[in-house]
């Protein structure tokens, strides 16, 4: 979460007989080197469980992009382009109405937001969502990695050579446990969405767990997913997975066999 920048000299020292080059820190300046900079304030403090929608988006080919000639030079740009469209395209599919100066939406925004290194992680508090919100934020979702493709590629086509060309997105409802005062999470929810996001090259994948589709997601909208069981590594052999059936139609021979019909 955060920096440590401690001066210090180098210096030839003795250790064992033999003269060596010693990096020597004040002991003042090495209190800088804490958990405080993990940025999690009162770690100690009491953690509390909340039932969460986590969704975790995968920029495919993330690492190749970072791998490129000089990215220093295509990475800020990119990332600027990419969180400001990301962060305003879930406003926007959140959207039901303007009135005024206040905008009403189906659902809260996500209450968290993380960058994890090659994509971002959100939560949605799920204490006031029935079924029926729920699967909204997951047809959200879907929508979301498909405008990827579709408008923002196109956008930035013009300004940068070489990029990831689409964006991949688990999806896992269970609880999560705060960390310090709340400035990080941790739950096996987040550990599904993070491993259904790069299961295949499916654009969403979705846990079966906590969700009725059938029961939450408009009658036409049902029949263009499909119920699949596969193996989640560190999670189980057999974990049903929600997909839609044209993106899952769109993979290889191959990798359709690590999925089962149920």
């Known amino acids: 979460m955060g920096t440590v920048n401690i001066k210090y000299q180098r210096k ?3 250790v064992r007989g033999k003269s060596v080059v010693g990096l020597m820190y004040k002991k003042s300046g090495l209190k800088e ?28 080919g993330f690492t190749s992009f970072c791998g490129q000639v000089d990215p220093h030079l295509s990475m800020p740009r990119f990332l600027k382009e990419f969180l400001d469209w990301l962060f305003e395209e879930i406003k926007s599919e959140l959207e039901l109405r303007r009135l005024g100066e206040e ?22 508090n799920t204490r006031n969502m029935d079924n029926i919100m729920i699967c909204n934020i997951v047809t959200m979702l879907s929508d979301v ?18 990029f990831p060309k689409s964006l991949r997105c688990g999806v896992a409802c269970g609880n999560v ?4 005062n709340g400035e ?24 079966r767990r906590g969700i009725d589709f059938e029961e939450g997601m408009v009658r036409g909208d049902v029949k263009t997913y499909v119920v699949k069981s596969v193996p989640i590594r560190g999670i189980g052999e057999e974990e049903l997975v929600i997909v839609q059936k044209s993106d899952f139609e769109k993979l290889s021979p191959e990798e359709k066999e690590l999925f089962k019909d149920v």
Request: net charge negative; with cysteine.
């Open 184 to 207: 990080d999470y941790v739950g096996p929810c987040i550990n599904i969405a993070s491993r259904l996001q790069k299961l295949s090259n499916l654009e969403l994948c979705i846990s």
């Open 103 to 124: 905008i009403a939406f189906y659902s809260e925004v996500p209450f968290f937001a993380k960058f994890m290194g090659d994509g971002v992680l959100f939560l949605w």
């Open 12 to 14: 030839n020292i003795t």
């Open 177 to 180: 446990c705060s960390v310090g």
């Open 145 to 162: 990695c498909l405008k990827y493709g579709r408008d923002f590629v196109p956008k930035i086509t013009g300004h940068l050579s070489y």
């Open 33 to 60: 080197f804490s958990p405080e900079v993990l940025g999690l304030e009162n770690i100690g403090a009491e953690s509390k469980q909340i039932g969460v929608i986590a969704a975790a988006f995968d920029l495919s």
